[in-house]
């Protein structure tokens, strides 16, 4: 039982360049979605959040989508950093996580 | 800056032992939530605790896991017989809305049921 999907394992970007995430959810009753960011032997870092009713959210260097219709949300960090090289989760409310993308930036 | 703490960071037991996982939730957080990760699995969601009682479970949450909050201050995970794929982090988290704000994360029990 898979209600929220990333479908990527990993994904490897530039410096400098855009770094596109994707999730996607099939309960139509989840309105509020968060990404979060985790390190090897830390817990998860909330990132960014967004409302059913909001379409995109951005703060700073991240924005997260959200497409209702097609049950799709996409978190887009620009420019990348290689800080950034880290598991990013999306999740619906706090009960729901999806496996994790690898995220890497490289310089 | 605010944070959640767990404690032990590693724990190692005996398959058939008792367990009790430690976390210290923000001062002003309501909400609590455990959850674990299997190494290389997905963080998932066991429980989340508000007002003195359950509120949501998973399936995982079975009879052996049990939560407390002894005090005003911790929160406690407690596995009755642990059994080897009860191996995991185990993460402690806290928010002060519930589902409409983040929940903060504490940095991880690593259990290792031997």
């Known amino acids: 039982d898979q209600q929220v999907k990333q479908n990527s394992p990993s994904l490897s970007v530039q410096e400098g360049r855009i770094s596109i995430l994707n999730c996607d959810y099939t309960?139509?009753?989840?309105?509020?979605f968060l990404w979060y960011k985790k390190y090897p032997a830390e817990g998860p870092t909330f990132l960014i959040s967004i409302s059913s009713i909001k379409d995109k959210n951005e703060d700073g260097r991240f924005t997260v989508f959200l497409n209702k219709s097609a049950k799709h949300l996409s978190l887009h960090i620009v420019p990348s950093q290689p800080g950034d090289s880290a598991v990013y989760f999306c999740a619906a409310k706090e009960l729901v996580f999806g496996a994790g993308t690898i995220l890497r930036v490289k310089s | 800056e605010p944070e959640v703490t767990q404690t032990p960071s590693h724990q190692v037991t005996q398959m058939g032992q008792e367990v009790i996982l430690r976390c210290v939730p923000i001062s002003n957080h309501l909400y609590f939530y455990w959850y674990r990760q299997i190494l290389g699995q997905k963080v998932e969601f066991l429980v989340s605790f508000y007002n003195n009682e359950i509120s949501e479970k998973s399936e995982i949450f079975d009879d052996q896991f049990s939560v407390e909050r002894p005090d005003g201050s911790n929160f406690t995970l407690k596995i009755r017989s642990t059994k080897l794929e009860d191996s995991a982090m185990y993460f402690c988290?806290?928010?002060?809305?519930?589902?409409?704000?983040?929940?903060?994360f504490g940095q991880g029990t690593r259990l290792t049921v031997v």
């Open positions: 988290a806290s928010s002060d809305q519930g589902g409409r704000t983040e929940a903060f």
């Open positions: 309960n139509s009753m989840f309105d509020y």
